[in-house]
């Protein structure tokens, strides 16, 4: 299984959802409760990188179409450490001067 170890930017935020069921009766009663036995789960959202000529957002890139959304990969960054997979779209901003913005969110996915 491949490692992602680039480190974002300060922007990482790191949320934990939880996946429920939820029943809701006409009367207005509802019923909700966890949705498995990992039912809590993180989601690192906005990780951006800037590429200054080092080829750091070329190799983030190559990663993400190795991978795209559904092949999942190993994150260790910034003390976590999680099975992942890419959550959203590659976003890609062209800076000038060959500067790159990329951006990127992940969530955490259990075997």
């Known amino acids: 299984?491949?490692?992602?170890?680039?480190?974002?930017?300060?922007?990482?935020?790191?949320?934990?959802?939880?996946?429920?069921?939820?029943?809701?009766?006409?009367?207005?009663?509802?019923?909700?409760?966890?949705?498995?036995?990992?039912?809590?789960?993180?989601?690192?959202?906005?990780?951006?990188?800037?590429?200054?000529?080092?080829?750091e957002t070329k190799e983030v890139k190559d990663f993400y179409l190795r991978h795209g959304r559904s092949k999942s990969f190993k994150l260790e960054i910034n003390g976590y450490s999680a099975i992942v997979r890419f959550n959203g779209p590659l976003k890609i901003q062209e800076k000038g001067a060959n500067v790159q913005d990329i951006s990127t969110s992940m969530k955490e996915v259990f075997r």
């Open 1 to 55: 299984m491949e490692v992602f170890r680039w480190n974002p930017l300060i922007e990482l935020n790191v949320d934990h959802d939880e996946k429920i069921k939820e029943v809701s009766f006409g009367d207005g009663y509802e019923q909700v409760s966890p949705d498995g036995l990992n039912n809590i789960r993180r989601v690192f959202n906005n990780m951006r990188f800037v590429d200054y000529d080092d080829g």
